[in-house]
């Protein structure tokens, strides 16, 4: 699975910080999120689709090959 | 059939979102124009167009070509003669200005400051919880935001009330009393022109306005104007909004005590009940911008010039989007709220008003958890800008002053 963040649409909200912060750090003068090394395995699939859900600006972007689906 | 085919609805409605009647049905209002008309055109203040439909404010909100942030937007016209900057400006200049207050507003530095926040809640409360009584929007709500702003920007926090005082005139007088609200602005102004010359007297600081008087863009410092702007700015965002939201949520916990219990129970509920309670309870009901070229959206015609309400609110309520919108669901999956609007212009302040209303809520649920409201609850007269609580009696079971600033206070002596 891969998983990152649209660094054209994100905005900063940060609610993905919120939800997962083992997974993801904020770049503060881009004002965005990007993901960390190895978030997969951190915090797992569940948890970066609800930061997914929950992201106001559609920028996490989940790709999920299908034996893991 | 493509969208051409379709007829339009008649677009216009008789609105004012500033008047009283809007404050008292604000929510039936935008979902009686969801049904028949959610791209509306009021002719109140000159004229103006409301999007009421979520993914309508959305595309607004991230097409800054078309929908301009530039400062002929507001309804009703506001009479300062320069843009507050970010918030009057569009890409890809925002961007420079926005640069300047972010290392102050990200999530890192709202999170390291939430002791001081907590600190300052526990010496807001000490003042009355031996008392069992309070006007907790006055003495809580109002205080702790004003005077965290006023401290970031490096202004004297004890001046809070009046700050406060001009701040509310310009948000909330400014559809029906522009006399008191243009008085409020020139103190403002005023006060702020008076910070920047100490400044330039005694030396920068390490304070927000010093930031803002060393930014640059496009390689420039900013004039003088736009400087007290984005000041002015940083107080209208910091003094009234994060107030207006945890007012709003205290009235909720008293109308649904079973909230209340739940977040007694379960304060790790906390983050996911404040998005709950920015999405049911927006402070910042709506934002214009200024159309720039003649054009067909979602069926309307709009010309350039027209000026347009993005209500956040509304969208923030739409049965498309949430389902059972008008219920407070801190198990909600998918809320994706616009109260922070969404796009380019982003509340900078997001970081900043979480974590604020989080330590105000768990302090009040910590300190007076039975309270209950002893008055009647005034709200803001105008809540075409800001929907919020002025003033919310409220009583409670007495309680100890805290030891920890019983002790600040020996110390002192």
Not at chain 1, 13 to 25: V, W
Not at chain 2, 20 to 49: K, M, Q
Not at chain 2, 271 to 282: I, M, N, Y
Request: proline fraction near 6%; glycine fraction near 6%; charge should be negative.
């Amino acid at each position: 699975m891969k998983v990152f963040v649209d660094p054209a649409r994100c905005r900063g909200h940060a609610r993905c910080l919120s939800i997962a912060p083992e997974a993801f750090e904020f770049l503060e003068l881009e004002d965005r999120s990007e993901v960390v090394e190895g978030a997969v395995d951190r915090v797992g699939i569940a948890v970066l689709r609800a930061a997914e859900m929950e992201c106001p600006e559609r920028a996490i972007i989940l790709e999920i090959s299908e034996e893991q689906t | 059939m493509t969208t051409a085919d379709i007829k339009a609805p008649d677009p216009s409605v008789d609105l004012d979102h500033h008047s009283a009647y809007f404050r008292e049905h604000n929510y039936e209002i935008y979902e009686d124009l969801r049904g028949r008309c959610p791209v509306a055109h009021s002719t109140a203040w000159g004229g103006f167009w409301l999007l009421v439909d979520y993914q309508d404010v959305y595309d607004a909100g991230q097409d800054n070509e078309l929908f301009s942030s530039a400062m002929e937007k507001a309804v009703p016209m506001v009479g300062n003669p320069d843009p507050f900057v970010p918030i009057d400006t569009d890409p890809p200049v925002l961007r420079q200005y926005r640069r300047i207050g972010l290392p102050w507003f990200s999530p890192a530095s709202a999170k390291a400051l939430e002791p001081m926040f907590r600190e300052l809640a526990t010496e807001l409360i000490d003042e009355f919880i031996e008392a069992g009584e309070a006007d907790i929007v006055g003495q809580l709500t109002t205080p702790l935001p004003a005077r965290w702003i006023l401290r970031m920007l490096g202004f004297d926090e004890s001046r809070w009330r009046e700050w406060i005082a001009w701040i509310h005139a310009t948000v909330h007088d400014r559809s029906h009393d522009p006399d008191t609200a243009m008085a409020g602005v020139t103190n403002i102004y005023t006060n702020i022109t008076a910070e920047m010359a100490r400044r330039r007297a005694d030396g920068y600081g390490d304070d927000l306005l010093s930031a803002i008087m060393r930014g640059e863009v496009d390689g420039e410092p900013l004039r003088d104007e736009l400087v007290i702007g984005y000041a002015f700015l940083m107080l209208l965002g910091g003094m009234d909004t994060t107030s207006g939201l945890t007012g709003n949520a205290l009235v909720r916990l008293v109308e649904q005590p079973e909230l209340r219990r739940r977040l007694i129970d379960d304060p790790g509920v906390l983050p996911k009940a404040t998005e709950e309670f920015l999405r049911h309870d927006t402070p910042s009901q709506g934002l214009a911008r200024i159309i720039t070229r003649d054009c067909e959206f979602k069926g309307q015609q709009m010309r350039a010039g027209d000026r347009v309400m993005l209500m956040f609110a509304a969208a923030n309520r739409d049965p498309k989007v949430f389902t059972d919108p008008d219920r407070i669901d801190f198990d909600r999956v998918g809320n994706r709220h616009l109260a922070f609007g969404a796009g380019a212009h982003r509340c900078m302040g997001s970081n900043h008003a979480r974590v604020m209303f989080q330590v105000m809520i768990s302090e009040v649920l910590r300190r007076l958890p039975d309270y209950t409201i002893s008055g009647e609850i005034e709200r803001f007269e105008d809540a075409g800008d800001v929907y919020a609580v002025r003033r919310m009696p409220i009583r409670f079971t007495p309680g100890p002053r805290s030891s920890r600033s019983a002790s600040a206070v020996d110390s002192a002596a």
